[in-house]
């Protein structure tokens, strides 16, 4: 028998140095109308990784901060990173000063790297990091280093790869820190080489040098992992504009460029569907609608289904799995309802993934009972940074606790009942909102709805069920509780109604429990 003597996997950045060998003058991004191809995406991370080393003194292991919104700039900084073995770490480009410190701090950041109007950003990080060796900016600054006038002084210096191992990082993911501050997750060369072969063959099969892709949600999360997967088939990118998600923008680019898949959250599947603009572009080039991050409700999910055809992929996955635990192909997705379309699946393993529901004692659970939903495979993290706490509460006997609850059915179709957080108890009965969310966004009347557990002296806590009504309706709250009546249990059923115009969302477009209490809290409604 051989002894393997060595860990070595391919570094990420190999991706683009094929991709330029192979297809030179293919195009790799669009950004407002102009196109970059593979080799000069190629030349230009060359030129910012060599200035990264030889001016900012970045090696294997560092960390380069980012905070930025989507561009081909964003790109280049990540496979930049890659290529020099140094560890990408962006930050949600909405945050605020003191969110991006504690990142630099908790990342032993080397290296600022923002758009040009996020000063007080990089004032913050100075001030936490004195270990900073510079602030680079892309866009005119009075500030930091310039972008562009860095890449121009290494321009046509041609860098290798850095040799990496299976563990080494490359990325660290924060979490979205539904509870304290967000973790640091680890991602490694390895592990993220798996989900790309992964991803392509479970999302997105059949795709090619000749598919587009529309970058919709924020490449610091969900869309940089779809990314880099693609780029090992080297898709290309097509960024759609800043100021805004525009409904009608986006279907005029799917149009122009054939675009044959994208990424996004329910919340915007939902917005392009309703939008006129739906009916008045082609999009039959559309092959897979991917979203993921929220549950989408059935509702929703019929309208797109009739809108768009038989496209939508979904998939269930936190960042800790790096997105990958189910999914729901497009052959998986049915417009009738019946058993067939098991209503509120998020669907089955993906390729290399095992999922176990267990009880609070680690026992694996028969199938159609519920508890938490735990996962092993080549996909899970190799845990957090410096969070020994972190990582003992979520990992147990090798297996990741994802803090979700659900069932499997008998084919191992995997059902979420909801976050473990989101649960409250009514009179000594547990409620998990997502299965009343589901009935209540069935009435004509409503458009959207987050239901809270909060305070009741009988009770203990009772359901504020928080509506944003559909368009030019006026929901009453006694017509809604007859409309659930015998369709739901009567522990689970609202207590209170509150209607407002629009839910909170995150920078990446989802609806968390979290910012919709801090919603109600600011505007004094909770």
Known sequence: MVERCSNRVANLAHFLSRNAARWPSGPAVVEDGVTLSWSEIDSRVSALAKGLQSEFGVSKGDGLLVQAQNSHEMIEIMLAAFRLGAIWVPCNFR????????????????????????????????????????CITIGASDFGTSYED???????????????DYNDPCWLFFTSGSTGRPKAVVLSHGQIGFV?????????PGTTERDASLVIAPLSHGAGLQLIAQLSVGSTHVLLPGGGFNPSTAFELIEKHKVSN??????????LVEDPSVDQHDHSSLRHVIYAGAPMYREDQKLALQKLGQVLVQY?????????????????????????????????????????????????????????VCVIGSAVCAGYLEDEDANQKSFRNGWFRTGDIG?????????????????????????????????????PDISEVAILGIPDRQWGEVGLAVCVPAPDKSPDPQELSDYLNGKIARYK??????????????AYGKITKKLVREHLTEKGLL
């Open 95 to 134: 945050q605020a000063p003191g969110e991006t410190a504690y990142a630099a701090v908790k990342a032993k950041a080397k290296v600022f790297l923002c758009d040009a109007d996020f000063g007080a950003q990089a004032d913050a990080v100075r001030n936490a990091r004195d270990q900073l060796t510079g």
């Open 150 to 164: 860095l890449l121009s002084r290494y321009q046509g210096q041609v860098l290798q790869n850095e040799a990496v």
């Open 196 to 204: 790309c072969v992964n991803y392509m063959a479970d999302l997105l």
């Open 262 to 271: 994208l990424f996004t959250v329910p919340t915007i599947v939902k917005r």
């Open 316 to 372: 269930y996955g936190l960042g800790e799995v790096t997105g990958n635990i189910t999914v729901l192909r497009p052959q998986d997705h049915f417009l009738e309802d019946g058993p067939e379309a098991r209503s509120g699946t998020c669907g089955t393993e993906r390729t290399g993934i095992e999922v176990s529901i267990q009880d609070e004692d680690g026992n694996h659970l028969p199938p159609n009972e519920t508890g938490e």
């Open 407 to 443: 069932h499997m059915d008998e084919q191992r179709y995997l059902f979420l009942t909801g976050r473990a957080s989101d649960m409250y108890i009514s009179g000594g009965s547990n409620v998990y909102p997502k299965e009343v969310e589901e009935v209540l966004l069935t009435h």
């Open 493 to 506: 059923m609202p207590a209170r109604y509150l209607f407002i115009p629009a839910m909170p969302t995150s």
